[in-house]
């Protein structure tokens, strides 16, 4: 009898620290490599809004059929991406590209 107790007890701590510990929540944000002024800002308040709840930010680039020619326009919209949410948040990774994607994490800047 003890030994279930102590098994019952065991349990509840173990749910309770796994209550208390905070979840990593990951929003993501596609670009095209010729993204248009309008749609980048219209995204850009989006990431905000995401850095602010607190969540990490999936930025890339989604390079199709022979778009992947445009690797340097790519790479320069999600470093002025960056740039412009260096106030809400930090860049965890800098862009790098994955098969047809080229991906970059900012995570939240603490309170």
Same mark, same amino acid.
């Given at each position: 009898?003890?030994?279930?107790?102590?098994?019952?007890?065991?349990?509840?701590?173990?749910?309770?620290?796994?209550?208390?510990?905070?979840?990593?929540?990951?929003?993501?944000?596609?670009?095209?490599?010729?993204?248009?002024?309008?749609?980048?800002?219209? @995204?850009?308040?989006? $990431?905000?809004?995401?850095?602010?709840?607190? #969540?990490?930010?999936? #930025?890339?680039?989604?390079?199709?059929?022979?778009?992947?020619?445009?690797?340097?326009?790519?790479?320069?919209?999600?470093?002025?991406?960056?740039?412009?949410?260096?106030?809400?948040? @930090?860049?965890?990774?800098?862009? @790098?590209?994955?098969?047809?994607?080229?991906?970059?994490?900012? $995570?939240?800047?603490?309170?």
């Amino acid at each position: 009898m003890d030994y279930k107790k102590f098994l019952y007890e065991q349990k509840k701590r173990e749910k309770a620290l796994k209550s208390k510990a905070t979840k990593v929540v990951v929003k993501e944000i596609r670009f095209g490599p010729q993204t248009d002024d309008h749609d980048y800002e219209f @995204k850009k308040k989006h $990431a905000e809004k995401f850095l602010k709840d607190g #969540a990490k930010l999936k #930025a890339f680039v989604f390079f199709k059929g022979r778009s992947i020619v445009f690797k340097e326009q790519g790479q320069i919209l999600l470093l002025k991406l960056a740039q412009d949410l260096e106030e809400y948040g @930090k860049v965890e990774q800098m862009p @790098k590209l994955e098969g047809k994607r080229m991906i970059m994490f900012i $995570a939240p800047k603490k309170n």
